[in-house]
């Protein structure tokens, strides 16, 4: 990878097949936005919410592990480092396995007018609309659902429920949306071959950098990409780590002056194949050596508190 030490063990990764390496894509990540979620209020708020409470009593506990609760797409546009909607757009639709939309806000009609026209993205929406909505001849019916409904069967689920008293929902319902949208989770590809043009697989590889090292700083991110021949400038690099962090995969530390980005997630997302294939990637191994070599390492003090701090508190 470039670095100055022969033996540092980011070294060890001048040996893989990016080419050959497989992107894991199970578990699924699936944004779901929609109506407002605010586990403060005693009440239900909206069909969103009580999707999120229903998974685990309904036998959907499973659920949690890969549906990310996107409360406003546009606040991340504007609060995160994206300076260009159709990038953060462009990200997305690569990165995200599906996007539920709960048709019941001002905000959830943006939504889905800006992501069904988005083709990369427009193939993996799933909107959830209300009965009485949808027998109107509405601009959202005869525009963007009608749209969806032709390209892909399914990708349009229409329910009856009381608006005004959402938690009110028979939880036959609950259980029908729950069901439609395993169904359609079940349809994904579980595996890709790694393609250097697709953000969402860089996505993924940036995460397997950092879960491997365990304590990763951008610059050696993208140094690491650079070895990999994925020329990012910094910003598009802070594209991805904030595509990532809001995502639940990274969370960032600051010590000091230097600041870490540290894996949130335990699942493995890139199966990666080395040049010599006779031999395999072995990350225990090499996730052993970096240990070993940050603790004999005075300048990596740093690194080795923020991990065993991380370690700690996660209980590992």
Not at 37 to 66: C, N, W
Not at 182 to 211: C, M, Q, W
Not at 218 to 231: M, P, T, V, W
Not at 240 to 259: A, P, V
Request: contains cysteine.
């Amino acid at each position: 990878m470039g670095s100055k030490r022969e033996n540092h063990p980011f070294n060890r990764l001048n040996d893989i097949d990016l080419g050959g390496s497989k992107v894991i894509l199970d578990p699924p990540s699936i944004f779901v936005c929609g109506g407002l979620v605010d586990i403060t209020k005693p009440e239900t708020l909206s069909v969103r919410e009580l999707f999120f409470e229903s998974m685990s009593g309904m036998g959907y506990g499973h659920f949690h592990d890969y549906c990310i609760q996107a409360e406003n797409f546009k606040d991340y546009f504007e609060n995160g480092h994206y300076r260009d909607l159709s990038e953060f757009e462009n990200d997305l639709a690569h990165f995200a396995s599906l996007l539920v939309i709960f048709l019941e806000s001002a905000g959830a009609i943006v939504e889905l007018g800006l992501f069904s026209n988005v083709p990369n993205l427009k193939h993996k929406l799933i909107t959830v609309v209300n009965e009485s909505h949808y027998n109107k001849d509405s601009f959202i019916k005869l525009g963007p659902l009608k749209s969806l409904s032709r390209d892909r069967e399914g990708s349009v689920l229409v329910y009856d429920w009381d608006e005004k008293k959402p938690g009110s929902m028979d939880k036959s319902i609950i259980g029908f949306i729950l069901n439609d949208i395993e169904e359609e989770i079940r349809k994904l590809n579980h595996k890709e071959t790694f393609d250097k043009s697709n953000p969402g697989h860089v996505a993924f590889l940036v995460y397997e950098f950092t879960r491997l090292f365990m304590a990763v700083r951008l610059s050696e991110i993208k140094a690491f990409l650079e070895s990999q021949g994925i020329n990012y400038s910094d910003q598009r690099v802070k594209n991805i780590i904030y595509l990532l962090t809001i995502s639940g995969y990274l969370q960032k530390k600051t010590i000091g002056r230097d600041s870490f980005y540290l894996s949130e997630s335990t699942h493995k997302r890139i199966q990666f194949s080395l040049v010599d294939k006779s031999k395999r990637f072995d990350f225990e191994g090499i996730r052993i050596e970096a240990s070993a070599y940050y603790r004999s390492q005075k300048n990596e003090d740093k690194r080795l508190h923020v991990i065993n701090e991380a370690f700690r508190g996660a209980g590992r």
